[in-house]
């Protein structure tokens, strides 16, 4: 089973960044992508980023030349750099792992999120 842990969340001000991880442990044969989610009060959970273990990367258009997402395949941890904040990105941002089992099998497994507040 693979666990996620995020980390980096907090309260920046309009124009500021911040930088969040996502560290995945446990079992799997391999992880083929990592992708941010995000969630805002009243919104739909929405797509940001991902990545996959080749390093092919793609942005949603609302972050697309703000965001760079990276990750390192060995320790299995992606990370999401934000930078230009802007106060509609404020929402609990969340990771996912596309997993593929030694059967060839995908599974997804999420984080339990880490909250990004931008005051305007």
């Known amino acids: 089973q693979v666990q996620l842990v995020e980390s980096g969340g907090g309260l920046v001000q309009a124009g500021g960044s911040l930088r969040l991880s996502c560290a995945a442990s446990?079992?799997?044969?391999?992880?083929?992508?990592m992708i941010w989610y995000r969630q805002a009060p009243g919104k739909q959970r929405e797509l940001v980023a991902g990545?996959?273990?080749?390093?092919?990367?793609n942005y949603a258009d609302s972050v697309k030349g703000r965001f760079t997402i990276s990750r390192d395949n060995a320790k299995g941890t992606m990370y999401l750099q934000m930078n230009s904040l802007k106060p509609e990105d404020t929402a609990v941002y969340y990771c996912?792992?596309?997993?593929?089992?030694?059967?060839?099998?995908?599974?997804?497994?999420w984080g339990q999120g880490t909250q990004v507040t931008v005051s305007s």
């Open positions: 996912k792992a596309d997993v593929r089992d030694v059967r060839g099998r995908s599974l997804d497994y």
């Open positions: 446990g079992i799997a044969f391999s992880i083929d992508a």
């Open positions: 990545i996959t273990s080749r390093g092919i990367a």
